[in-house]
């Protein structure tokens, strides 16, 4: 048998994404043939879910959760490759156990809650497992959390989508107007809850956008500046959520929507995560 050389090891580690001495050991035992070391890895759960990483992982299961007394909420995403695999019951009660184990242990990040256990094991081994279980790629991609006076959960059309929603006052009479919020937030998809929110590179781009079509309509320099802040303004109203037009009723806008319930009720901050 040949020997098995570092760049070997190297070209191995960077096709399937396994430690090191886990590539040498699969090179070993395959006698240098990489096909049959990835196989070897497959075995071991660590092949499918790299070496599909050029699959897409567009299905999944999207769960939020919040704690009974309403003061925090969480949302991940199981991802999988196929709708057949994410309408598994077995994949929704896992994804149902790693968001319960989120909200639980409110972890710092992603990275914190796949080190958590599951049913004896790391929730990333628990993944891992499932790859090589069912043969597709499968990833937890996504953990949100948010902690307010009051959080109020939206799960979007067959765990397809989900959506936690904080509002600034706590009461139980309006769980209707934070499930509504929620759902706009699924439905329009704004990018911060108001101008405020919005990264100033974001705005920046805008105005210059703005700018350069006024430029091109014709418009005097003078007045490109104005012109641009107009633009920005249709912008903020378009793409944060407390300025956008609510779509139950277009006569108002969100911001509007929640002062028929108080006249200091505002949204805190929001999550949301969605498959694709």
Do not use: W
Request: glycine content about 6%; overall charge negative.
């Amino acid at each position: 048998m040949s020997e098995i050389s570092a760049a070997d090891v190297k070209k191995l580690r960077e096709m399937t994404g396994a430690g090191m001495m886990d590539c040498k050991s699969a090179l070993t035992e395959a006698e240098g043939d990489f096909e049959k070391a990835i196989e070897v890895l497959r075995k071991k759960g660590q092949k499918l879910s790299v070496k599909r990483a050029d699959r897409d992982a567009k299905e999944g299961v999207v769960i939020a959760l919040v704690a009974d007394d309403h003061s925090k909420g969480v949302v991940i995403r199981l991802s999988s490759e196929t709708d057949f695999v994410s309408k598994n019951e077995d994949f929704i009660n896992t994804a149902k156990q790693i968001a319960q184990i989120a909200l639980s242990e409110f972890p710092a990040d992603l990275d914190a809650l796949s080190l958590l256990p599951i049913n004896g094991v790391a929730i990333k081994d628990k993944v891992n497992d499932m790859v090589a279980a069912i043969g597709e790629k499968i990833g937890l991609e996504s953990y949100e959390k948010l902690e307010a006076p009051m959080v109020v959960p939206y799960i979007h059309m067959g765990n397809r989508a989900a959506v936690i929603v904080g509002l600034n006052i706590i009461n139980d009479s309006f769980l209707e107007a934070g499930k509504d919020v929620a759902m706009q937030v699924a439905a329009m998809k704004p990018i911060a809850v108001n101008s405020e929110g919005v990264d100033k590179s974001i705005i920046e781009k805008e105005i210059e956008i703005g700018k350069e079509v006024a430029r091109q309509e014709g418009k005097p320099e003078e007045m490109l500046e104005k012109i641009a802040t107009g633009k920005l303004n249709k912008f903020f109203k378009d793409n944060t959520l407390l300025l956008q037009e609510f779509v139950k009723d277009s006569k108002l806008n969100v911001d509007q929507y929640l002062k028929k319930f108080d006249k200091d009720l505002t949204v805190t901050a929001f999550k949301h995560v969605m498959n694709g």
